[in-house]
């Protein structure tokens, strides 16, 4: 008997059910994080309380991906309003930086490689618009794990494994500082992390301000002082999170919010732009051309990224350029197989919440690479991100390095709205293939009619730098029809199949039903989950 990926078609198939709920869903990477968003909507929180609540359990149970060191971006929708707000947490390269601080390049690791932190003002920026439970509750989960400890977890203990058998230098001190140990942990090891349980505590007590003005403060400057670091009690004290309306677009009649810049999400605007003048439900999920021209539009809107995005607070903003219609239209008819900028990996955490009223937010918060720029301000347990290495040092570059300027982001978030009421809230982790996921999980909704569940279970391709050359390789995972690979090929694309669930995104997504339920999906390519009631 042939197997599935011999066959002609990929036929939509789950390994989770959707789970439907009407007082509110949350749909998280971690199985705890789910429980304390969950927890804060039981005690009459809302969307906003049950977000942060989920952020800062992550920030304990999955410190390789996002920290209090790190950024967030997020949109909102709130029903009464009947709109969509963008929330940039983001941070800026430091204020003062010597001449010929990166003539040798900007370092991966180290406090060089540091912006501002910006997921501690986001929390608090949305808390206060939007939140009802005061924030020591809102943080209450996050500060016990911490303090108390949590159990290891299998992805937990493997990650830190996979780090330490590097040898790199730089882990050493961060596994101790993160676990208290010198060893990885294995799956229900006891992980306490005291001064992170301070940090938050201090937090939840003293506020936004406790973080960037106040005794936080003191011993994260302290710590990147004693080790040559730029970032000043300015840079921190100035800090914040930016709100703005979100980029949108009409795609088969419904209407797409995407974040605006810094975040690089008008790469997901200018790829469904492109995408809608072609026939995709007609061909098939899986068909040759399906993939072969949402590849084109991806490398497309990846070539105009790099061409014109920057910070808009210092170079022209060519958003509404990148993200019409008429530049879709001439992209489509110049399509080709070309070369497109180098995707960058990165390792995040994505989630989604929507609450008994209606209103729901799509969040994601990063330190970039995994474990960041491997940094622990002592006495703090933060751990820093390494988002100075998303600048480039080419000076006719929009992205070029300055002093405050905000790097361009591969953190993005979207809704789907349909005749102005919510219809999906989604999102993933990954790096530069963030937006082509996006991309592909709206497309498998829209065009071919999946479930939630079923559209972030299907089998998914990725177009990235070539681990094993200089060039750009088409990955696909392996339950795709096998036979797809020679058209492909024959296209111009460079082929490689990767195992079944291999590919680098997991996402989260919700969808809103008219009656007013939920209905949420989490991907089995993480350890998380969707829950409800």
């Not at 090891?189 to 007590?205: E, G, H, K, M």
């Not at 590849?295 to 958003?319: C, I, N, Q």
């Not at 999946?450 to 050359?469: F, I, K, N, S, Y």
């Not at 060039?471 to 058209?487: C, K, S």
Request: glycine share 10%; net charge negative; charged share 20%.
């Amino acid at each position: 008997m042939a197997s599935r990926n011999d066959t002609d078609v990929w036929h939509p198939q789950t390994h989770r059910g959707v789970v439907v709920a009407s007082k509110g869903v949350v749909a998280a990477s971690q199985p705890l994080a789910v429980s304390a968003g969950l927890d804060a909507l039981r005690a009459g929180g809302s969307f906003a309380d049950a977000a942060i609540a989920t952020s800062a359990v992550l920030v304990v149970t999955e410190p390789y991906n996002s920290h209090l060191g790190g950024d967030a971006f997020a949109i909102v929708w709130d029903r009464s309003r009947g709109e969509a707000t963008a929330f940039n947490g983001s941070g800026r390269a430091p204020r003062a930086v010597p001449d010929g601080a990166y003539a040798r390049g900007i370092p991966v690791r180290g406090p060089l490689a540091t912006t501002v932190p910006g997921l501690v003002d986001c929390w608090f920026t949305l808390h206060e618009r939007y939140g009802r439970l005061p924030m020591a509750r809102v943080l209450e989960p996050a500060i016990a794990y911490a303090r108390d400890g949590f159990p290891a977890g299998f992805r937990y203990s493997q990650v830190f494994a996979q780090h330490f058998h590097t040898g790199a230098d730089w882990f050493g001190p961060v596994l101790s500082a993160l676990t208290g140990n010198d060893a990885p942990p294995t799956p229900g090891t006891l992980v306490r992390q005291p001064d992170l349980a301070w940090t938050l505590s201090t937090i939840a007590s003293g506020g936004r301000d406790a973080f960037y003005a106040g005794p936080i403060t003191e011993r994260m400057l302290t710590d990147m002082a004693s080790k040559g670091g730029f970032l000043s009690a300015e840079d921190f004290a100035s800090h914040r999170t930016v709100t703005a309306r979100p980029l949108t677009t009409d795609y088969r009649r419904l209407t797409v919010y995407a974040q605006p810049p810094v975040s690089q999400g008008v790469i997901l605007v200018e790829m469904l732009n492109i995408l809608e003048g072609y026939d995709l439900g007609d061909w098939g999920f899986g068909d040759p051309r399906h993939i072969h021209f949402m590849v084109e539009a991806k490398k497309a809107a990846f070539a105009d990224r790099l061409a014109s995005l920057g910070d808009p607070e210092f170079v022209h903003d060519a958003t509404d350029a990148l993200a019409s219609k008429s530049l879709a239209r001439s992209r489509r008819e110049a399509i080709e197989a070309s070369a497109s900028t180098r995707p960058e990996a990165g390792d995040t955490t994505y989630f989604c919440v929507a609450d008994s009223d209606g209103n729901a937010i799509s969040f994601i918060q990063s330190i970039y690479h995994a474990f960041g720029a491997g940094n622990v301000a002592a006495g703090t347990g933060v751990l820093f991100n390494n988002r100075m290495t998303g600048f480039s040092l080419d000076p006719g570059s929009p992205n070029c390095l300055a002093p405050s300027k905000r790097p361009i982001h591969t953190l993005n978030t979207y809704l789907v709205c349909d005749n102005g009421r919510l219809r999906y809230v989604g999102g993933t982790p990954g790096g530069d293939v963030q937006v082509q996921t996006n991309a592909q999980v709206i497309v498998s909704l829209v065009d071919f009619g999946m479930t939630v569940q079923q559209a972030v279970e299907a089998p998914r391709w990725q177009h990235v730098h070539d681990p094993a050359g200089s060039g750009m390789v088409l990955q696909i995972e392996d339950r795709f029809p096998r036979r797809i690979a020679g058209e492909l090929k024959a296209r111009g694309h460079a082929v490689r199949w990767i195992g079944p669930w291999q590919h680098s995104s997991s996402c989260q997504l919700i969808e809103a039903h008219p009656s007013g339920a939920y209905m949420a999906a989490s991907d089995p390519r993480c350890d998380g989950h969707a829950a409800g009631f």
